[in-house]
């Protein structure tokens, strides 16, 4: 979803959470790796769509996450 | 699902590379009822967001959350100058659509579409800021629980 929504963001791991940054826009919390531990799907869902919705590109990332 | 824009204040102290700072921030939230499921949005700061099965639950998750990310921007910067230059960018990673969904609620609370009793009620147009000071003199007069806010 990242390579065709946001093609080139980067994630970087910190030590309390995980930064996404896309061009001049960072997503500051995002709490797992770039495709989840699928412990808890819905919460990292839910976390993603507002990244992306942060992004400005929610369209796209409904087609990823239905 | 209900949208009630807050205003959100916080004080913390952080230790970062051979110093403390202080970091004041006067913010707004997004707190969003989804049929039970809560979130809380940033709007300033922006770029994060929350979750919890109550309303309390998940502002003290982004409270949480909101902290971790100024201990993981501490934990690289360089100095005080680099770390205060990181936050302001952090609180002025302004989310634009929830922004706009902010000041839709703000609009439903002043119609009276949209209240929360629970919390007192600040003017929408109360002045946003983050201010981070190297914490050099400690006094019981710094202490600060922060608040809460319901924007109207």
Known sequence: MLDDCTPGAVIES??????VLWGDKIWWNLPLGKHG?????????????????HF??????????? | MTNYPLLFGRREKV???GFIARVAVSGRVLLTDEDGE??????NPGGLAATGNSASEAL????????????????????FDHFRDQVGKFFSETS????????EAVRQVRAGQVDAD?????????RLGVEVTLFSQPSATNNDLGDLALAA
């Open chain 1, 14 to 19: 910190k030590p309390h959470k995980n930064w």
């Open chain 1, 37 to 53: 531990n699928r412990q808890n799907p819905e919460i990292e869902v839910g976390h993603v769509k507002r990244m992306m919705r």
């Open chain 1, 56 to 66: 400005g590109v929610l369209d796209c990332a409904k087609k990823h996450l239905r």
């Open chain 2, 15 to 17: 230790e970062g590379n």
């Open chain 2, 38 to 43: 809560f979130w809380v949005e940033g709007v």
């Open chain 2, 60 to 79: 003290s998750q982004f409270c949480l959350d909101f902290l971790a990310v100024l201990f993981d921007i501490a934990s690289e910067a360089e100095d």
């Open chain 2, 96 to 103: 634009a659509p929830a922004l706009e969904d902010w000041e």
């Open chain 2, 118 to 126: 629970w919390l007192t009620k600040k003017s929408a147009e109360t």
